[in-house]
């Protein structure tokens, strides 16, 4: 900036001098003097009388070094002998504290390559101060001590220091120091929003450099001369009281002049011409100026008047800096030049050059770093908790989320799940007063539910299940008022829960999860059959809120599930079987809504016994798919009221979960999420009108996660809900291909289409599917569902249907087993497949599928079993690169795999329907 103004800041102050010096404390309090990668105990330095520490107790990543012994001379300090490394993590980070709040500091690093780790390298990498960006390091030369310095404002009690790897080489540091200045120092530069980076600091006239404790805030003066310079200097102590940069009088007691001549110039370069820079000149006389001598001068930069009939005072420190910054140049050189009628040439004693840093990055806000700070030491956490805990945001910690709008940053959400976690729950949670979704799930947290819990008042998901938890729950929960979720499964409460938690719970405004029902009420109004109350715990269940669940279906469609010919592993799916979606979305429509979504009922995607199927749109963008029916009775209204209420309840990622219901007039739907890819009976029977075959990866993955439905069905709700019509046409495949099981959980006057539909007596079921001891004695059960199943697993084997059209119209289960006793399975295999199985899975799903099959439900699997087995097929799925499956025979393949078969497939009983 051209116009950049200037100041000269004469020292008048004679109170100053009777004012006793104010640093009371030892000198260097408040220094933090650190020698990265030292591992041995803190030493003095010979030089500054200093203590430097070793820096294992400001981190807790990166690895120590010594530079190579060729790079060690007696030139090279002793700090520099040694460095940390950090291979790993994109920031790490120096947690530098105490620093005295609202203070100015500088801070600085060094960094001595010494080829330290054999490579030769040519390293970059970014500094950081807190949140902001304050250096890019190009280390280039091995034998260099590079150094970064700034000066900046603590805000907090503490800052962080960060090294962050740009893809360039190994971000590494020899020492890093912390000087706290007093009395305001430089507070013209430094503020809340803005620091400095030193580019150079200059003491004209010395031989040496001059640091603590001649400065007593250590900052580097490095000598400065030139050949057509003269020196002055001066043994009298020169005043810098008041001064706001208060240069040291070691510093300003020498000067130099031009040796001949009246013009005196010096420069530098500026790293580039962007960068905006603040200058500050010091000046003091140091000869006793007598009769009519006079020393006046001029000062221009870069050919501009910077100030004119310049004189210094005699051993008085003054200044002359800039107020703004300025810019544009790469090189800005100094004119002293003596006026007309000065008597003897100019002089000066240092100068300091800094660049701005705008400090644009909020940092978090300061409760919640401290709050976040306690619990990592509490806990000795680390991961990459390092440095702001949400800014910048690509650095954000793990298992936090937070909130960037407005200023500051906020924690709002913390998932410490599985982190193996102990003892009490720290009292520092609740300082996390922005915090909305807490969870603290499957760690050894023992102990009571804190009292203090109940001040985290923006709390919407608090899960503490699977801990050691004991004692009651306390009432200050009942405090929470935007509490949507909270889950206590897998603990040992005593005691009920809080009334006022139970009545929001009733209201179905909290989801409560429990081992055991903690609400004592009477639940008369509501019929049995129509509560169908999922009870999580019970059975173990986990609950995940609806973050983890997008979670997850962000991770699966990452995964892609289109391959032909391999399965991606699934582990998040694996290990969160029992996973669990509340969803906020259930709501009832209005016929108007529904002709709006539907637009006018224009796309019909399909036709059942309920009535026909139309595609919709919600304002979300959703896609949904909409089942009408014209009802007559009102009493089919009530009950179907009752059922469509409680299904909007059940979710889990394998059920076609309802988005909601209409009863309106005449109308009554069920609006269903929309299922893009239709039904796995489409796909076999290749109506699905796309050319792809599925491939074998496919068809367990599908196999996989209807049976995780129906097993959610049978073991996730209470009461168990058995759905009575498992069949290939009601398995529904998302865009991804991922299987959900349809049309659950209406009683049988709602249920599935009459087109394929028996209903003779109290039979419900589709032909083919139906389980023989079902059909005998009317005895529905689980394992009714598991028979319908095995089908369904057959016809993903063969790709035929349940009943095979021929003579006699034989039953598929009659038409394996005939197959099997010929030992020959590419005779069982879908022939789509092009013999692209591997045979060892398909044994193995085989075996499965006619143990579902069996004729007895006892002989039956559980669908847990089923899913157990599933998915120990699909792991050599997964690892097998199709391209190199190897055939093997039938008879072969069973002799390998008959142990872990048990007998059923070489046994005599193969089932058989009648
Ligand atoms: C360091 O301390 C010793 C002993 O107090 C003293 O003799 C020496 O001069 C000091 N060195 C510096 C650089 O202050
Ligand atoms: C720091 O300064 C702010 C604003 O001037 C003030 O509110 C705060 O109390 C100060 N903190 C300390 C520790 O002096
Ligand atoms: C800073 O530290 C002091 C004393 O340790 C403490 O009282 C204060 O709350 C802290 N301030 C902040 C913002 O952390
Ligand atoms: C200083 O001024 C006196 C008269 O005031 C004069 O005689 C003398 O020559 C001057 N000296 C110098 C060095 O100019
Ligand atoms: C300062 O003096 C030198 C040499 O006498 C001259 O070349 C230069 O132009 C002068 N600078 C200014 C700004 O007057
Ligand atoms: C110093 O500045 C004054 C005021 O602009 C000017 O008259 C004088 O010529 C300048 N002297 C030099 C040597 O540049
Ligand atoms: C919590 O973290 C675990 C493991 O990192 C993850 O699987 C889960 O989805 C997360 N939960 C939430 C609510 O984000």
């Not at 013209?188 to 001059?210: H, I, M, P």
């Not at 008085?316 to 090189?331: H, K, M, N, Q, T």
């Not at 979504?597 to 026909?612: D, E, P, S």
């Not at 029916?629 to 009221?641: A, D, H, I, T, Y």
Request: aromatic share 10%; proline share 5%; charged share 15%.
């Amino acid at each position: 900036m051209a116009s950049s103004s200037w100041c000269l800041v004469a020292l008048f102050f004679a109170i100053a001098a009777t004012i006793p010096a104010a640093h009371g404390q030892s000198p260097q309090a408040g220094f933090i003097s650190i020698d990265c990668g030292n591992p041995k105990s803190d030493y003095v330095d010979h030089s500054t009388n200093l203590t430097y520490v070793s820096d294992d107790r400001f981190i807790d990543v990166g690895s120590d070094f010594y530079i190579q012994s060729n790079y060690i001379n007696s030139s090279v300090p002793t700090l520099q002998f040694n460095l940390r490394s950090f291979p790993d993590g994109l920031r790490n980070c120096y947690t530098l504290k105490p620093v005295p709040q609202n203070s100015t500091y500088l801070v600085r690093a060094t960094f001595m390559y010494g080829n330290y780790d054999g490579k030769n390298s040519q390293i970059q990498f970014d500094l950081h101060i807190g949140v902001n960006h304050w250096k890019t390091m190009n280390i280039s030369d091995p034998s260099a001590i590079y150094t970064a310095e700034a000066l900046s404002l603590a805000t907090a009690n503490s800052t962080s220091i960060c090294l962050v790897n740009t893809g360039r080489g190994t971000p590494f540091i020899s020492s890093l120091e912390l000087r706290p200045f007093e009395n305001g120092d430089y507070g013209e530069y430094v503020n809340a929003s803005q620091s400095v980076v030193l580019v150079t600091r200059r003491n004209f006239g010395a031989s040496d450099s001059v640091r603590f404790p001649d400065d007593p805030y250590d900052r580097v003066w490095s000598p400065y001369m030139d050949p057509s310079w003269s020196t002055l200097s001066s043994t009298s102590e020169v005043n810098n009281s008041g001064n706001m940069f208060e240069p040291p009088s070691a510093v300003m007691q020498t000067a130099v002049t031009p040796a001949s001549g009246s013009q005196l110039a010096f420069y530098w370069d500026s790293v580039s011409p962007d960068d905006e820079l603040y200058a500050v000149l010091h000046f003091a006389e140091l000869q006793k100026l007598t009769g009519n001598s006079t020393r006046v001068f001029n000062i221009t930069r870069n050919g501009e008047s910077r100030f004119q009939w310049y004189t210094p005072p005699y051993l008085l420190a003054e200044y002359i800096y800039s107020v703004v910054p300025f810019e544009g140049s790469s090189r800005y050189e100094y004119d002293l030049n003596a006026t007309s009628d000065s008597t003897l040439p100019p002089i000066i004693n240092a100068f300091e050059v800094y660049s701005l840093m705008q400090l644009t990055q909020a940092a978090t806000y300061p409760g919640d770093v401290d709050a976040m700070m306690a619990i990592k030491s509490h806990y000795q956490l680390k991961r990459n908790w390092m440095g702001d805990p949400c800014a910048p945001k690509a650095y954000v910690w793990d298992g936090l989320n937070c909130s960037y709008n407005p200023d500051p940053p906020r924690i709002t959400n913390i998932n410490l799940t599985s982190t193996g976690l102990t003892g009490e729950i720290y009292i520092s949670f609740a300082m996390l007063e922005a915090v909305k979704y807490l969870d603290l799930s499957h760690n050894n947290f023992s102990g009571a539910i804190p009292d203090f819990l109940g001040s985290l008042s923006s709390l919407v998901v608090l899960d503490l299940s699977f801990n050691n938890l004991t004692g009651t729950v306390p009432d200050s929960l009942e405090n929470l008022v935007s509490l949507q979720i909270l889950n206590l499964a897998g603990n040992n409460f005593n005691g009920s829960v809080p009334d006022k938690l139970c009545k929001r719970s009733d209201a179905g405004l909290l989801t409560l999860r429990l081992d055991k029902n903690g609400c004592n009420k009477a639940s008369s109004s509501r019929s049995k059959i129509a509560i169908i109350v999922i009870i999580a715990a019970v059975s173990g269940l986990l609950l995940l809120v609806v973050i983890l669940v997008a979670v997850v279906w962000n991770i699966k469609k990452q995964q892609g599930r289109s391959s032909n010919t391999s399965v991606q592993p699934r582990s998040v799916v694996y290990s969160q079987q029992r996973e669990h979606q509340i969803s906020f979305e259930s709501r009832q429509f209005t016929y108007t809504q529904l002709e709006n979504i539907t637009n006018k009922f224009t796309m019909v995607i399909g036709k059942g016994g309920f009535g026909m199927v139309y595609h919709g749109c919600l304002e979300t963008g959703k896609q949904v798919a909409i089942k009408m029916r014209s009802v007559s009775s009102p009493q089919g209204m009530k009950e179907f009221l009752a059922e469509a209420q409680n299904l909007t309840k059940i979710y889990h990622r394998n059920l076609v979960s309802l988005v909601g219901y209409c009863m309106d007039g005449n109308c009554l739907a069920l609006v269903y999420e929309y299922m893009k890819q239709g039904s796995l009976r489409d796909h076999l029977r290749d109506k699905a009108g796309c050319a792809k075959v599925l491939s074998w990866g496919q068809r367990l993955q599908i196999a996989l996660d209807a049976a995780q439905g129906l097993d959610y069905l049978h073991k996730g709700c209470k009461p168990p809900i058995i759905h009575r019509d498992v069949k290939s046409s009601n398995i529904l495949l998302s865009e991804e291909l991922e299987a959900k099981i349809g049309d659950f959980g209406l009683s049988k006057s709602f249920h599935s289409d009459e087109l394929t539909h028996v209903s003779t007596g109290t039979v419900v079921g589709t032909p083919g599917y139906i389980d023989p001891e079902y059909h005998q004695n009317y005895q529905l059960t689980e394992k009714s569902d598991v028979y319908s199943f095995g089908v369904v697993l057959l016809e993903l084997i063969t790709g035929r249907p349940p009943i095979v059209p021929g003579p006699g119209n034989v039953h598929i289960v009659k038409l394996i087993a005939a197959s099997l006793s010929r030992g020959c399975i590419e005779e069982i295999m879908d022939e789509t497949l092009q013999g692209e199985y591997d045979a060892t899975s398909a044994w193995k799903i085989l075996d499965l599928a006619l143990r579902c099959t069996a004729d007895t439900g006892s002989q039956r699997p559980t669908m847990f079993e089923v899913v157990t087995q599933l998915k120990s097929c699909l792991k050599p799925e997964i690892a097998s690169n199709s391209n190199d499956i190897i055939y093997i025979e039938g008879f072969n393949m069973s002799r390998e795999i008959s142990s872990e078969m048990g007998a059923s497939l070489l046994g005599p009983t193969v089932p058989s329907i009648r």
